[in-house]
């Protein structure tokens, strides 16, 4: 028999992907199998699964904590913002369109039965569903047409425990005033409730835990404590690329524009000892002390190019090229450093071209097909096999091409500059390859000291310690109630 359990949270970023990812680890080790879902995810981090998808970056980490490979069905909504003009709709997987929000709302009825069968499918290969929420249920202006909290709560009849956090201040007024604000029939699906990221001595919230469950009628499930190695494990939101911390000789820059995408690259060099990456937000200069910038990913490319240059970080970038910097592009990152990007067909606004930094001799041309998949490669000057994931709109040739720096079979992938100063790649996840990532450093002199994928593997199974130690499992697995199969 199934059974499935939702986390819900008291706003956006209280933790709960994280609690997710190590509630799944800790089940997987009492000997259960596990499968992660949520019904709808708002990321410009997707990760690439199995059966040719994407999904939001979260649950495909939630998926490795369970044992399992990541599939489309654990998020079968996924809406990728691209800025004022609404969010692209990712449905089971493949993009359907793009939608401002007025749209959407009308649209998400009709995505609930989406939803409801890639949950019945999930349901059939697990003894325990862990189900993520979206922001917060208190967003009651939002209730109409859920699909996100209570409405898939209901709707598929799963109940939910309230995850607040605590580190933000005000923590019993988030979970009372949840209580407050919600419809009683929602209400009502809430069975217990916990208390994410307490720092310090957890004996004085006990009275607070009182004055919670006294208010709301809900039991504590418990007080987690803050988890230092979060940092070590890939982030899936934006504000988490703060949390990387800036220590080691090699000195990694990325600057932070405002559509940001697939940043995971950075968790394997942030791992590393010898290695600091320092992001760097919007109204701060690039560094000149860098020895890398990184340009990332990108939902607009257009859009990020047009921010970079007006936080002035195109002048920081041509003053590192000229001491010698060097620069790698990544997707959209890669795209930006090209002469031109042409969008013929208006996907990221109107028709046009625009000039690029022009630090690689290529050319982008937006198509409307995106490419996406998984990806081996070999690095041309080490050897080294690499394994990535490619997930981007256009194609980009040039002279600079002829000098791809990867290897796909017999196509050269990526461009360098004449001088290898500059490079770009469509390929995403490189740096997870410990052979690839220790010859590349030794490019800078620096070593390699991780094996990253243990780092990864050990941090789960911390995290699922920490949660064991903090939270009361066996009654939050005894809440669970079963899943109705009934569907096709």
Not at 161 to 171: A, N
Not at 198 to 206: C, E, I
Not at 228 to 255: I, K, N, T
């Given at each position: 028999?199934?059974?499935?359990?939702?986390?819900?949270?008291?706003?956006?970023?209280?933790?709960?992907?994280?609690?997710?990812?190590?509630?799944?680890?800790?089940?997987?080790?009492?000997?259960?199998?596990?499968?992660?879902?949520?019904?709808?995810?708002?990321?410009?981090?997707?990760?690439?699964?199995?059966?040719?998808?994407?999904?939001?970056?979260?649950?495909?980490?939630?998926?490795?904590?369970?044992?399992?490979?990541?599939?489309?069905?654990?998020?079968?909504?996924?809406?990728?913002?691209?800025?004022?003009?609404?969010?692209?709709?990712?449905?089971?997987?493949?993009?359907?369109?793009?939608?401002?929000?007025?749209?959407?709302?009308?649209?998400?009825?009709?995505?609930?039965?989406?939803?409801?069968?890639?949950?019945?499918?999930?349901?059939?290969?697990?003894?325990?569903?862990?189900?993520?929420?979206?922001?917060?249920?208190?967003?009651?202006?939002?209730?109409?047409?859920?699909?996100?909290?209570?409405?898939?709560?209901?709707?598929?009849?799963?109940?939910?425990?309230?995850?607040?956090?605590?580190?933000?201040?005000?923590?019993?007024?988030?979970?009372?005033?949840?209580?407050?604000?919600?419809?009683?029939?929602?209400?009502?699906?809430?069975?217990?409730?916990?208390?994410?990221?307490?720092?310090?001595?957890?004996?004085?919230?006990?009275?607070?835990?009182?004055?919670?469950?006294?208010?709301?009628?809900?039991?504590?499930?418990?007080?987690?404590?803050?988890?230092?190695?979060?940092?070590?494990?890939?982030?899936?939101?934006?504000?988490?690329?703060?949390?990387?911390?800036?220590?080691?000789?090699?000195?990694?820059?990325?600057?932070?524009?405002?559509?940001?995408?697939?940043?995971?690259?950075?968790?394997?060099?942030?791992?590393?000892?010898?290695?600091?990456?320092?992001?760097?937000?919007?109204?701060?200069?690039?560094?000149?002390?860098a020895d890398l910038i990184l340009l990332a990913g990108s939902k607009s490319t257009i859009a990020?190019?047009?921010?970079?240059?007006?936080?002035?970080?195109?002048?920081?970038?041509?003053?590192?090229?000229?001491?010698?910097?060097?620069?790698?592009?990544?997707?959209?990152?890669?795209?930006?450093?090209?002469?031109?990007?042409?969008?013929?067909?208006?996907?990221?606004?109107?028709?046009?071209?625009?000039?690029?930094?022009?630090?690689?001799?290529?050319?982008?041309?937006?198509?409307?097909?995106?490419?996406?998949?998984?990806?081996?490669?070999?690095?041309?000057?080490?050897?080294?096999?690499?394994?990535?994931?490619?997930?981007?709109?256009?194609?980009?040739?040039?002279?600079?091409?002829?000098?791809?720096?990867?290897?796909?079979?017999?196509?050269?992938?990526?461009?360098?500059?004449?001088?290898?100063?500059?490079?770009?790649?469509?390929?995403?996840?490189?740096?997870?390859?410990?052979?690839?990532?220790?010859?590349?450093?030794?490019?800078?002199?620096?070593?390699?000291?991780?094996?990253?994928?243990?780092?990864?593997?050990?941090?789960?199974?911390?995290?699922?310690?920490?949660?064991?130690?903090?939270?009361?499992?066996?009654?939050?697995?005894?809440?669970?109630?079963?899943?109705?199969?009934?569907?096709?």
């Amino acid at each position: 028999m199934t059974r499935a359990i939702m986390i819900q949270g008291t706003g956006s970023n209280v933790g709960k992907s994280m609690l997710v990812a190590g509630l799944a680890r800790a089940f997987l080790r009492r000997g259960l199998s596990v499968a992660p879902f949520k019904p709808q995810n708002m990321s410009n981090n997707a990760a690439i699964t199995d059966d040719g998808g994407e999904i939001g970056r979260a649950q495909a980490l939630q998926a490795r904590a369970a044992g399992r490979a990541p599939l489309t069905d654990m998020n079968p909504v996924l809406l990728k913002p691209e800025g004022a003009r609404g969010a692209q709709v990712i449905v089971q997987g493949h993009p359907v369109g793009s939608l401002g929000a007025g749209d959407y709302t009308r649209e998400k009825p009709r995505l609930l039965g989406a939803v409801m069968d890639s949950f019945a499918r999930l349901a059939r290969s697990a003894d325990l569903i862990l189900v993520e929420g979206a922001g917060s249920p208190a967003e009651i202006n939002l209730r109409a047409g859920d699909i996100a909290n209570m409405g898939f709560a209901r709707a598929a009849g799963v109940p939910v425990v309230l995850v607040g956090d605590i580190d933000r201040g005000g923590v019993i007024a988030q979970i009372v005033g949840t209580k407050a604000v919600l419809d009683p029939g929602d209400a009502a699906m809430i069975r217990g409730f916990a208390v994410n990221r307490f720092r310090g001595d957890l004996s004085l919230f006990a009275e607070g835990e009182r004055a919670i469950a006294a208010r709301t009628g809900w039991p504590s499930l418990g007080v987690v404590p803050w988890f230092d190695d979060a940092w070590r494990l890939p982030p899936e939101d934006v504000q988490d690329l703060a949390s990387f911390r800036r220590e080691g000789a090699l000195h990694v820059a990325v600057p932070q524009p405002g559509l940001i995408a697939n940043f995971d690259d950075l968790t394997p060099l942030a791992n590393e000892p010898n290695v600091s990456v320092e992001i760097v937000p919007a109204g701060r200069p690039l560094p000149a002390h860098a020895d890398l910038i990184l340009l990332a990913g990108s939902k607009s490319t257009i859009a990020d190019l047009e921010s970079f240059r007006r936080n002035g970080w195109d002048i920081d970038l041509a003053a590192h090229i000229r001491r010698k910097g060097r620069v790698l592009g990544i997707c959209g990152g890669y795209q930006m450093l090209g002469r031109s990007i042409a969008d013929p067909d208006g996907i990221e606004g109107p028709p046009g071209t625009v000039a690029g930094l022009g630090h690689l001799d290529v050319d982008t041309v937006l198509q409307p097909q995106k490419r996406l998949g998984l990806t081996r490669a070999r690095h041309a000057a080490s050897g080294m096999e690499v394994s990535g994931y490619e997930i981007h709109l256009g194609e980009t040739t040039g002279p600079d091409c002829a000098r791809g720096w990867l290897m796909v079979g017999d196509r050269r992938e990526g461009a360098q500059s004449p001088d290898g100063h500059v490079q770009g790649t469509y390929l995403h996840g490189l740096f997870a390859e410990d052979g690839f990532r220790a010859a590349w450093l030794r490019t800078f002199g620096a070593a390699s000291e991780i094996r990253h994928d243990r780092i990864i593997e050990d941090t789960l199974d911390a995290l699922a310690r920490h949660l064991e130690e903090s939270l009361d499992l066996d009654r939050l697995l005894s809440l669970a109630a079963p899943v109705a199969q009934s569907r096709p």
